[in-house]
């Protein structure tokens, strides 16, 4: 079955593209939604995230304190690679399960900050960029996270750029337009993706 990555800054509208293809009945496994899942209360990371930072690392109710690791992996890049290196096999075992029961001619994995993972890279068949200018990402992520505006944008200068993303893309969604002209662009694609050999 053919893999299509789907990525795109913060705020870009991942989320939007890929409710948009799930739709279709195209089977989507996101990696943010899975790394929420397994540092959830009782998640199968949260040992390892308290064993590797500690008990403020965990919130009351038993989550991985998103705040405090946020605060700690944009200030300290050693601290990221540490969470990264605990999260990250964890979430690729489990998307890459999810992506084992998908049906159909393709499916669709969502990553952040896929132009970065060379493990998600090299299982794509196409890589779909959900592309959005930087103004309009702040804007959106301040609004929607009620982050501020410094928040924001050491997020989106920890991630590839915005011309590194573009570079890589096989496929690329403008969302800056209507969310009818999002879904005529969405159906394009899903129509593409289907009648590929």
């Given at each position: 079955?053919?893999?299509?990555?789907?990525t795109g800054g913060i705020g870009s509208g991942k989320t939007t593209v890929s409710d948009?293809?799930?739709?279709?009945?195209?089977?989507?496994?996101?990696?943010?939604?899975?790394?929420?899942?397994?540092?959830?209360?009782?998640?199968?990371?949260?040992?390892?995230?308290?064993?590797?930072?500690?008990?403020?690392?965990?919130?009351?109710?038993?989550?991985?304190?998103?705040?405090?690791?946020?605060?700690?992996?944009?200030?300290?890049?050693?601290?990221?690679?540490?969470?990264?290196?605990?999260?990250?096999?964890?979430?690729?075992?489990?998307?890459?399960?999810?992506?084992?029961?998908?049906?159909?001619?393709?499916?669709?994995?969502?990553?952040?900050?896929?132009?970065?993972?060379?493990?998600?890279?090299?299982?794509i068949s196409r890589l779909l960029v959900v592309d959005t200018p930087k103004d309009v990402?702040?804007?959106?992520?301040?609004?929607?996270?009620?982050?501020?505006?410094?928040?924001?944008?050491?997020?989106?200068?920890?991630?590839?750029?915005?011309?590194?993303?573009?570079?890589?893309?096989?496929?690329?969604?403008?969302?800056?337009?209507?969310?009818?002209?999002?879904?005529?662009?969405?159906?394009?694609?899903?129509?593409?993706?289907?009648?590929?050999?």
């Amino acid at each position: 079955m053919r893999i299509i990555g789907l990525t795109g800054g913060i705020g870009s509208g991942k989320t939007t593209v890929s409710d948009e293809f799930s739709a279709l009945g195209v089977t989507v496994v996101d990696a943010d939604c899975v790394s929420r899942a397994v540092t959830a209360p009782g998640g199968i990371a949260i040992d390892a995230v308290r064993l590797a930072f500690g008990n403020d690392a965990i919130s009351p109710d038993g989550s991985m304190d998103r705040k405090f690791m946020r605060d700690l992996v944009f200030r300290d890049p050693m601290q990221r690679k540490k969470l990264e290196s605990i999260l990250h096999p964890i979430i690729q075992k489990e998307c890459l399960r999810q992506l084992s029961e998908a049906k159909g001619r393709y499916c669709i994995i969502s990553v952040p900050l896929l132009t970065e993972n060379s493990f998600w890279k090299q299982r794509i068949s196409r890589l779909l960029v959900v592309d959005t200018p930087k103004d309009v990402q702040i804007t959106r992520v301040m609004k929607r996270n009620g982050f501020p505006r410094e928040e924001v944008m050491s997020i989106i200068n920890a991630q590839a750029s915005r011309t590194e993303r573009l570079k890589s893309a096989d496929d690329i969604i403008e969302n800056v337009f209507s969310t009818k002209e999002l879904k005529e662009a969405v159906l394009r694609l899903h129509v593409k993706y289907s009648s590929m050999d």
